[in-house]
């Protein structure tokens, strides 16, 4: 029964799709009080940098229809604590769980340096390069935009670290394909996206923004369409397993983004609201799957039916919507 | 293996919670009394709890809203939530039905609460006078703190002084008034009781009794009471421990949105720490000159 929901991103085997989306989860410890971080197919931890970061001003989140804005700005202890310190990896290290430690630096060379280090940490499973931070000037996602950016980066860290490298890409750009692709050309062993959509509130009487940040960073249900629509692009043009992220609230939301081709999910903002969720759609998983005969995640993944494919679509969307003949 | 320190049953899990009354007790003012065992039992005076304000098959509101528990009667299972309606969360609260004036035979009304969650106030020295300072709804934590103090084997003397713009905003006094403490109020407009700023008036009660170095202060209220409150405590050297109050978007820690300038200890600098998790109440001496948060 649990066997069915194990799952693959490149070497790495999950044994169930369900990870902590990075900065949504801590590092753990938190998170104990609610429920066993063991539960998880894998946690993502908060974005580590070279050096420690305080963060963003104050108010760094405003609640929106349906999602939240956040402008936290990667606020973390930075990678030498983060190694040595005990609420950290080394508490990550004892779940019984696959470790993925998310990065962010602001040069090819920081991503490296960190890489390195924690190539000689045995407790790490993965890295997922934070290409993608929409709250910062130097978040990484001035390498997440630009294709020979991401391949060089990934590249780079490639030749840096021996186990699972995922890229974790913005959807701010107008193409993720050849983003993605990029990154799957650099040697990255799995892709992850999306990251959050960046947005803005105002304050009209007071003429503010609402968030510190002037800007941030949109996450909850309200982009899961948008995300399904990015992973769904991502797994039709890369050979390379996709982790889905994006809005995912319940066990159907992970089905969706499993169909339209992602081999594990990330949850994220869900979390917040309901810290035990991770047990529920695990619970749910198992459930469907015994509902439709299926014998692993890995018979759902990218079974999506569609009358037209990616490329023609994909097309269309750029050139500003495709007419559908009615009664098509 | 996992090596998490608490056992399943110790788990903090989002719990239905019967709604046993929801009494308006002023204009925006609102106490809601809810059942629930385990968060009645573990409620301490400063902690909160992180109400769902949908009926949960909702996505909008989508994040929960933190109230400081008002009281708990952990006899009874019953814990109260004193809140003013400021925005879609508290006003779908005001909207619940309340049961005690409604017909019976209705079903039971359930609210999805996480909690309790945060730190508590210490406990004063046998000697010590407390002065509870706040204003608006920030006095809810320093009810709950009032009724502690009551029922400890040598009850401290205890002043409780409430702020308000005008005498309209005193509501949530009554409760006070019919605990047996001294109750004060200030008004900026002077409508009511003292003319002025509440830490005001805790300066003229503290320089009435003589200055006394015994004096410890428990507050809760909006930023500026409490910058002037931690101000005065650092300035006079009086012990003095503050409620921070601060929107948030999980409660326990997690999503690093409800941060101020906090010290670990005396010793070390300012850095930006949770509001909910390593709060929310601090010594005085720990937050940094104007109060973020």
């Known amino acids: 029964m649990a066997e069915t929901l194990k799952t693959r991103l490149g070497s790495l085997e999950l044994k169930n799709p369900i990870l902590s989306a990075s900065g949504t989860f801590g590092y753990g410890k938190e998170v104990e009080s609610f429920v066993d971080p063991s539960v998880y197919g894998g946690i993502v931890g908060k974005s580590i940098s070279l050096e420690p970061r305080k963060g963003n001003p104050l108010p760094r989140t405003w609640e929106t229809a349906s ?81 020979e950016a991401t391949r060089r980066l990934v590249e780079a860290v490639r030749e840096n670290f021996s186990r699972t490298i995922i890229a974790k890409l913005t959807p701010n750009v107008t193409d993720v394909v050849p983003i993605a692709r990029a990154a799957e050309a650099g040697g990255a062993d799995a892709l992850s996206l999306v990251n959050t959509y960046v947005g803005m509130a105002v304050e009209w009487r007071q003429r503010r923004p609402r968030l510190g940040g002037i800007t941030g960073g949109l996450s909850g249900p309200a982009i899961k369409p948008l995300a399904l629509r990015l992973v769904w692009l991502a797994a039709q043009n890369c050979e390379i397993p996709i982790i889905g992220i994006g809005g995912i609230m319940n066990t159907d939301d992970v089905l969706e983004f499993i169909v339209a081709g992602a081999s594990a999910v990330q949850i994220g903002t869900v979390q917040f609201i309901r810290p035990r969720i991770a047990l529920e759609i695990i619970e749910g998983l198992g459930e469907a799957l015994r509902e439709l005969g299926a014998g692993s995640i890995g018979e759902l993944v990218g079974t999506l039916e569609t009358d037209r494919d990616a490329i023609t679509v994909r097309q269309a969307d750029e050139d500003g919507g495709e007419e559908v003949p009615v009664g098509e | 293996m996992s090596t998490s320190d ?31 065992e385990s968060i009645a039992r573990r409620s301490e005076p400063g902690m909160f709890v992180q109400v769902l304000c949908n009926d949960g098959e909702s996505f909008d509101p989508l994040l929960r809203r933190p109230f400081s528990v008002y009281c708990a009667d952990k006899e009874n299972g019953t814990y109260d939530i004193l809140y003013t309606t400021v925005g879609r969360g508290t006003r779908w609260m005001a909207a619940l039905p309340d049961p005690e004036t409604t017909a019976s035979g209705e079903s039971p009304v359930k609210v999805d609460v996480l909690g309790p969650l945060g730190n508590t106030f210490s406990t004063p020295g046998e000697d010590e006078t407390v002065y509870l300072v706040g ?144 709060g929310p109440v601090f010594n005085s001496t720990l937050l940094c000159p104007g109060i973020e948060g």
């Not at chain 1, 090819?108 to 407790?123: F, G, N, Q, T």
């Not at chain 2, 399943?8 to 719990?15: C, K, V």
């Open chain 2, 6 to 36: 608490c056992q399943p049953s110790d788990y903090i899990a989002p719990s239905a919670s019967e709604v046993v009354s929801n009494r308006q007790i002023g204009p925006d003012w609102y106490v809601l009394r809810l059942r629930e």
């Open chain 2, 135 to 278: 204003g608006g709804v920030g006095v809810a934590p320093l009810y709950f703190l009032a009724l502690h103090l009551l029922a400890l084997p040598a009850p401290p003397k205890i002043h409780f002084c409430m702020g308000a713009r005008t005498g309209e905003f005193l509501q949530g006094i009554e409760d006070f008034r019919k605990l047996p403490i001294e109750t004060h109020v200030a008004t900026n407009d002077g409508s009511e009781g003292f003319h002025g700023f509440v830490t005001d008036l805790f300066v003229e009660l503290w320089k009435d009794a003589g200055s006394a170095e015994n004096a410890r202060i428990y507050g809760c209220g909006p930023q500026g009471m409490n910058e002037s409150l931690r101000n005065l405590s650092i300035e006079n050297d009086l012990a003095c421990e503050i409620c921070l109050e601060s929107m948030m978007g999980c409660g326990f820690g997690i999503c690093f949105g409800c941060v101020a300038p906090i010290r670990k200890d005396a010793d070390s600098d300012f850095i930006n720490r949770r509001i909910c998790w390593e």
């Open chain 1, 67 to 147: 999602g939240m804005l956040n402008s936290i700005g990667l606020q973390n202890p930075g990678i030498d604590a983060f190694i040595s310190d005990p609420s950290y990896l080394p508490r990550m290290s004892a779940y019984d769980t696959r470790v993925v430690v998310n990065l962010v630096g602001d040069t090819v060379d920081e991503y490296v340096e960190m890489a390195r280090r924690l190539d000689s940490e045995s407790a790490v499973d993965a890295l997922e390069l934070n290409i993608s931070c929409p709250n910062c000037p130097l978040g990484g996602m001035e390498f997440g935009v630009d294709p």
